[in-house]
């Protein structure tokens, strides 16, 4: 690369304070290097915001905008606690998936922590956003504020028509059943948001036709309610909000568009779910790699380097399982190390490598970077590239916690033996399905009492919450009728897990 | 492709609504930690902001989520000492380590969610639900306010009351008005004009005479001014008289020997929220300090409350010195008289019939409540037994046995009730 570099003759300020004319020296730096490294990006929007209108970022979910709900209000107020009484520090940045993409950044950091911040998430974030098939497919960067704007003025004007206790309730339980809103399989299509405004009424329309036709209780004529005999829905259905915005019989048309609303915000952080590791690990690595470049260059100064890399280093430490500071996998330290060393092996790849990724080994390292962000998730992405060099890094360890056995056992550690148990075990800690009950809708009794069967089918004999029963009763407020919750056990056999309302129990049975 | 945005100075209470709603889904139990709170308030603190903790189980979000047991595999980072086959211990604490990471917040054991809400927000919250009783407006005969308004636009004025947009709008319609036919004229003759041009054997004299027409329309048309003395436009304000409520807080305390610092603090609990209640209500309160033993005397607040005195008690030396202020300072037909009476209950026992005859006779015909507040953990004596008696007779008469400072608040919420009519 040394071939390339150009010789500054002048470096940047070091601050520490920054204006907006360094500002936009620096981001000129950036984007230049980040064009070299072929980092493709949304067009950035910058924003300077104070330490407080962080706390109300944080508080939205980051969105700069989005509808009203208590839960955000606790949200805040749980922030605004932590902050004042030095619990917790804020980010540094927030970054939105959005085209132009919108970045936050801290006035009250200096100009090498925004230089960090633009190389991070300005670039790093925002090629991923753009480039990672998740987001591609699950996400429409350009519009999801104008769609945020939408949801808030209709849930604003429902407030105004229904009560706001009205709209809450809804929301409360659409909040409770929001990840069971994602289609996992099935592709979304891709809508635009003006678009769904334009359709709502439409749709309100022809959404509640649907549902009288399903619950016709008129005689039609006879083969057609032969017909309804048949099972429904015909498959256990696992988008449950979806299920519900179709086909819960008692819901008002804009209490449907309540559940759409949360069921597409719910969509849109679906992959941002399932890429914290990459996500963090290739932003990460990109601040580290163009600051770096800056660096060679001669661009910026030594002091600007080492309180860079003094901040680097903190992000990417990765506590051992016995430190009080402990908790969880640092997905930032894992996914640098692992962007790290997948150009290692591209460039110096020893024996080892050549025997675990001969397809990468001695490859293009860039290539091999930028097809490996676009084409995965954390899962996939894991159980690809995670070396044992790696392994042997983090000194990667399992711990088999089976109920049945009296004690934990230590099945494999971070040698030869273990590498392979080890990346298979990590890669299925960020499967999803595997961390969120798998709960699916299997029937509904159309010609009958008009109740609702869902079932859990348990991972590894893991057993339901104890919030079992306050999720049934958000689930009677959305179908009205009754709801019963059925566990799947390993034999095949069904067991009643829970039922609302509780107490005609009896009586049905 | 970059632009920065600087939003420092934007607004900055994007949550301000969303903070209101919790506070209102979370009111009743908010409302009980309140209660709970100024029990412990300290007395001197009635500016600041109040920490509110609410158990956090009450306002929990729940989700579907996986629960202890099954069978799990973690991966965990930092080996130091295991190799595989090695068995550990069971950490204790329900037999198994937290699951995964994620899970833990929805966990069980947390600690109750804490929270400070504004003074404002701690009053609205205190007082919800209370009513002065007896509150009619008493004649606003001494000072009448007014207050300025505005009402519309006028023709004449100062020249700061200009309406810049209301008179250039003005000054807009009628340069439209004076022009409009002008304009067209012109535009008629200067189509004229172009055919005539393009025509090449056009009469020479028929085109001079267009243009001149044109020339004196267009100088018509820039005779008439942008703006006229005419289209001014003055904003307009009114005068309105303002209804003021004056209120009067009469404080009585018994500040003989047998009050000891702790029952003052007691009843000075009591005074702070009156004093807080009243403030909402009235924009204009005064607060008197009455303290006595034998004899009573008017002081101010440090001395009512701090300074230490000995001797026996005549309650109804305060009463009379409050019914001499009253008649000399604050004339019951302009202020609305509220008085409230602490004490240990002693009295010299042939006091308590001439303070019975006195409120009686006097001072309950003018005020609009009376509170009196017995902080004993004693049996009642012939002060209580005389105001049982009034209790029973007056509407605008009420009284209370405090034992412990957490008493104060329900006995002051019993005290101002919404319903005030349904005495026993």
């Known amino acids: ?238 988008n449950i909000l979806y299920f519900f915005e179709k086909h819960a019989p008692l819901l008002a048309p804009w209490q449907r568009e309540l559940l759409r609303i949360v069921r597409k915000v719910s969509q849109y952080f679906y992959p941002q779910k399932q890429t914290q590791v990459m996500n963090e690990g290739w932003a990460s690595y990109w601040h580290y790699t163009i600051l770096n470049h800056l660096f060679d260059e001669g661009l910026v100064t030594e002091r600007f380097i080492l309180e860079f890399l003094h901040s680097h280093t903190a992000v990417v430490y990765q506590p051992p399982y016995n430190h009080p500071g402990y908790s969880g996998i640092n997905p930032y330290a894992l996914g640098f190390a692992m962007f790290k060393d997948i150009r290692r092996i591209c460039e110096n790849p020893d024996e080892e490598d050549k025997r675990w990724f001969p397809e990468i080994a001695g490859k293009d390292w860039l290539d091999t970077l930028h097809y490996a962000m676009e084409n995965f998730k954390d899962e996939s992405f894991i159980s690809q590239y995670l070396s044992p060099k790696v392994i042997r890094e983090f000194k990667l360890f399992n711990l088999q916690d089976y109920e049945q056995n009296p004690m934990l056992e230590i099945t494999s550690i971070h040698n030869e033996q273990g590498y392979q148990d080890i990346r298979q075990k990590l890669a299925s800690q960020y499967n999803l399905s595997m961390l969120e009950p798998n709960i699916q809708i299997t029937n509904v009794d159309v010609n009958g009492d008009r109740s609702l069967t869902l079932e859990y089918v348990p991972h590894n004999n893991i057993p339901l919450g104890e919030t079992v029963p306050e999720m049934m009763r958000h689930i009677y407020r959305l179908w009205g009728f009754d709801v019963r919750l059925m566990e799947k056990r390993e034999n095949g056999r069904c067991v009643e897990l829970a039922k609302c309302p509780p107490e005609k129990k009896e009586a049905d049975d | 492709m970059a632009h920065f945005i600087d939003r420092r100075l934007n607004g900055k209470n994007k949550s301000a609504v969303n903070r209101q709603r919790f506070l209102r889904r979370y009111k009743s139990q908010i409302k009980k930690a309140v209660a709970d709170s100024i029990s412990k308030r300290s007395v001197t603190d009635t500016e600041s902001s109040e920490n509110i903790s609410i158990p956090s189980r009450d306002i929990k979000e729940p989700i579907f989520h996986q629960g202890k047991g099954g069978d799990r595999d973690r991966v965990l980072p930092g080996n130091d000492q295991f190799s595989p086959g090695d068995k550990i211990k069971r950490p204790q604490g329900g037999g198994q380590g937290s699951g995964s990471g994620e899970a833990s917040d929805s966990g069980e054991g947390q600690d109750d969610f804490n929270f400070s809400i504004s003074m404002d927000e701690y009053l609205n919250l205190l007082f919800d639900d209370l009513e002065l009783p007896n509150l009619q407006k008493t004649d606003a005969k001494k000072e009448v306010e007014w207050e300025t308004f505005r009402s519309g636009y006028k023709a004449e004025g100062i020249p700061t009351n200009i309406d810049i947009v209301r008179s250039l709008r003005g000054a807009q319609a009628r340069r439209i008005a004076l022009t409009a036919a002008k304009k067209r004229k012109l535009k008629e003759l200067e189509e004229e004009l172009d055919s005539l041009n393009k025509d090449k054997d056009a009469d020479k004299a028929l085109k001079t005479e267009i243009l001149h027409q044109i020339e004196d329309l267009q100088y018509r048309i820039k005779k008439v001014p942008f703006i006229d003395t005419f289209d001014l436009r003055y904003r307009n304000y009114d ?46 309160i005064e607060v008197v300090f009455i303290r006595h033993h034998t004899q009573a005397k008017e002081v101010d607040e440090q001395e009512f409350f701090y300074s230490q005195e000995t001797g026996g008690t005549i309650v109804s030396s305060a009463l009379h010195l409050m019914d001499e202020i009253v008649s000399s300072r604050y004339p019951a037909s302009q202020w609305n008289i509220y008085a409230a009476q602490a004490s240990d209950g002693d009295n010299w026992a042939d006091d308590s019939p001439k303070c019975g005859k006195l409120l009686r006779e006097k001072i309950l015909n003018y005020t609009r409540y009376y509170s009196y507040i017995e902080i004993t953990n004693r049996s009642h004596q012939t002060l209580w037994h005389e105001y049982e008696s009034i209790d029973s007779e007056y509407e605008n008469f009420a009284m209370k046995n405090i034992k412990q400072a957490s008493d104060i608040y329900p006995i002051f919420r019993e005290f101002f009730k919404k319903q005030v009519s349904s005495k026993s």
Request: charged share 25%; glycine share 4%; proline share 4%.
């Open chain 1, 1 to 238: 690369m040394t071939s390339n570099l150009k010789k500054a003759t002048e470096t940047l300020s070091d601050g520490p304070e920054w204006t907006f004319d360094l500002l936009e020296q620096y981001q000129e730096e950036i984007r230049r290097v980040a064009e070299y490294y072929r980092l493709d990006t949304y067009p950035n929007q910058i924003e300077i915001i104070t330490s407080e209108q962080m706390l109300d970022a944080y508080s939205s979910v980051g969105m700069p905008i989005n509808y009203h709900h208590w839960s955000f209000g606790k949200k805040f107020i749980e922030s605004e606690q932590n902050y004042k009484r030095g619990y917790m520090g804020l980010a540094y940045e927030i970054v939105i998936n959005s085209d132009p993409c919108i970045s936050y950044l801290m006035e009250e950091n200096t100009i090498t922590m925004q230089a960090l911040v633009i190389a991070h998430a300005c670039y790093g974030h925002n090629s991923f956003f753009k480039n990672n098939y998740l987001f591609k497919t699950w996400t429409d960067a350009s519009s999801i504020i104008d769609y945020l704007l939408f949801a808030r003025s209709y849930i604003e004007e429902c407030e105004r028509k229904y009560g706001v206790e009205e709209v809450e309730e809804i929301l409360d339980s659409c909040h409770a059943l929001m990840n069971l809103g994602v289609d996992r399989y099935k592709r979304p299509q891709k809508i635009s948001m003006f678009e769904e405004q334009k359709r709502q009424k439409e749709r309100e329309e022809y959404l509640q036709s649907q549902v009288n036709q399903l619950w016709r209780t008129i005689p039609q004529k006879e083969q057609e309610t032969k017909k309804k005999k048949i099972k429904f829905p015909a498959e256990p259905q696992e």
């Open chain 2, 239 to 284: 005068k309105r008289p303002i209804p003021s409520s004056n209120a009067v807080m009469f404080c009585l305390m018994d500040v003989s020997g047998s009050m000891d610092q702790a029952t003052k603090e007691m009843a000075k609990r009591f005074y702070i929220l009156l004093y807080q209640f009243l403030n909402r209500s009235y924009e204009n």
